[in-house]
């Protein structure tokens, strides 16, 4: 009997493909990638041949484990995985051509902080804000100490709560809901050029690249404000500079936290961090502002006449709106009821009340001050909306073996790339694994834009349940494929993407999946001239 042929899925588990027909399968007019370029880890420019479904053609039955997490899958030997590797450079032609030793299988020199400080290039539109917000408040800093800006030498201070102010806005869940909504009001028009409405994706997408150099910025600030007050005898006050220098050093401690390499692999650090130094170092700014206001340089004393005074500063006005921006999230927060199914031992499907709008995301918590976790809505915009959820961490596998009644969550659901799929005329929305829930509600939801989906997962119907199988095989076939890896084995996503977005004209490429992938998608389609935008480490 012949020896199946095996095939590598998106993380690289090899398996044995049993053809099968089924009543939820791709037809023949999509053939099964050859194995020399289906694992291809980086696809250049070149010319793709012709792939798309029939009308009748919708998504094949995976015979193969369930997978965990986008197209996660039970772990390989460290054999298999230098195989697999070896496989991925090319080294290996085809299957039938006699394997090298694992120990010849070249190695990856590229550390986890280089992947995550290159991600996707080295000037990013998010790098390039990032660079912009840290230049200007140089100039400005350089400006100050020489004499040039009496007004910042004067109010150090001031810029360092105005650059927190910065910093707190474009992180802001509210504040980007409203931008994101303008945005697709204003520039999601047929008229607007297609290269203003790329350009506005870029910028939304990557305004944490201004909530970053606003938070280096204000540590410059606050120590150039420190160092003038230290070296003024008259001015100096032990209990400000004792202040000053604690939110000093929780400023330094949530930038620290928030550097890639911690933040990638220590996020429940990072997260608890950046929340409770933050709302320390904001309750330190109110009594530091009150501090300034009341001391007496002549007399080196606080008075307790703050009066109209304190409604006339700048400082106070900053403090408040970040104050303002701050609470406002906790104050939607709430415990409300759900329903919770598992299509598998790998993934939960979370029902809450009330429809949503398509393209936004929201955010779930078992413990509203320990940590928050968030998801793609799926939604026919009518009664009810649902989460995909992967069981990848403690929080979510518990979804799966002890599903609770009630989970807290944020009444203002937020935008993010998804959302500005509505911007366009016609998207094509590309997915791995669970990254498909994002992208559901445009299928469920009559659309100004155009919408067409590639998606790339293992098992179907055993991962995801019959509930998702449903959804995308209600969605006109013409504009769907699905490429299940269990049978097809793992595809060159890039390539699929390129030639997909040829076929049905797409003015953009909207892509959520590993980050690997997700680089390689976005790379392969600007090099043949069609814009795309992935997630970045720092979405």
Aim: charged share 15%; proline share 6%; aromatic share 10%.
């Amino acid at each position: 009997m012949q020896t199946p042929v095996r095939f590598s899925s998106c993380r690289g588990v090899a398996f044995e493909v049993k053809p099968h027909e089924h009543h939820f399968s791709i037809s023949n007019s999509i053939s099964p990638p050859h194995p020399t370029s289906s694992i291809t880890a980086f696809w250049p420019c070149r010319s793709s041949f012709q792939i798309f479904p029939s009308p009748s053609s919708s998504i094949l039955r995976s015979l193969s484990k369930p997978s965990s997490h986008f197209c996660d899958v039970d772990p390989l030997s460290d054999q298999e995985q230098e195989q697999l590797q070896a496989l991925e450079e090319g080294d290996l032609q085809n299957q039938s051509t006699p394997q090298k030793p694992p120990s010849q299988a070249p190695k990856n020199p590229k550390s986890r902080l280089s992947i995550i400080l290159l991600d996707q290039g080295l000037f990013t539109v998010y790098k390039r804000l990032f660079l912009l917000s840290l230049a200007f408040n140089i100039t400005s800093f350089i400006l100050a100490a020489t004499g040039y800006f009496p007004y910042a030498r004067a109010n150090p201070a001031l810029f360092s709560i105005g650059n927190i102010f910065a910093l707190t806005l474009c992180r802001s869940e509210a504040f980007l809901r409203v931008l994101f909504s303008l945005a697709v009001t204003i520039f999601g028009r047929s008229w607007v050029p297609l290269a203003i409405k790329t350009t506005v994706t870029s910028l939304l997408q990557s305004l944490g690249g201004v909530h970053s150099g606003c938070g280096v910025s204000s540590i410059a600030w606050l120590v150039y404000a420190l160092l003038l007050t230290l070296m003024d005898p008259q001015e100096r006050s032990p209990a400000i500079v004792a202040v000053a220098s604690a939110i000093l050093a929780l400023l330094s401690l949530s930038s620290l936290a928030a550097f890639p390499l911690v933040r990638h692999l220590h996020h429940n650090v990072f997260e608890r961090t950046h929340r409770f130094a933050g709302w320390t170092a904001l309750s330190l700014l109110w009594a530091f502002l009150i501090l300034t206001l009341t001391y007496d340089p002549i007399t080196k004393s606080y008075n307790e006449d703050l009066g109209s005074r304190l409604f006339q500063t700048q400082e106070f006005w900053f403090t408040a709106a970040i104050t303002f921006l701050i609470i406002l999230p906790w104050v939607t927060v709430r415990r409300v009821p759900v329903q919770i199914s598992a299509p598998s031992g790998h993934a939960s499907i979370i029902k809450f009340s009330g429809g949503v709008k398509p393209g936004l995301l929201g955010r779930i918590s078992p413990s509203p001050l320990s940590e928050w976790h968030a998801f793609g809505i799926i939604s026919d915009g009518e009664k009810e909306h649902m989460m995909l959820a992967g069981a990848v961490g403690d929080f979510t596998k518990s979804l799966v073996s002890d599903p609770p009644s009630h989970l807290w969550i944020r009444g203002v659901h937020f935008a993010g790339l998804p959302y500005l799929v509505n911007m366009y005329e016609r998207a094509l929305v590309v997915a791995t694994g669970s990254g498909i829930c994002v992208f559901l509600s445009f299928l469920l939801q009559t659309n100004r834009a155009n919408v067409h989906l590639v998606w790339v997962a293992k098992g179907i119907e055993e991962n995801f349940g019959k509930e998702i199988k449903e959804m995308v095989n209600g969605y006109p076939k013409e504009k769907v494929i699905v490429h299940d890896t269990a049978v097809l084995g793992r595809p060159n996503v890039a390539e699929l993407t390129v030639k997909a977005a040829r076929g049905w004209k797409a003015e953009v490429v909207i892509v959520t999946s590993n980050p690997e992938g997700s680089r390689n998608v976005v790379n392969a389609c600007k090099c043949v001239g069609i814009a795309a935008f992935g997630p970045i480490w720092d979405s």
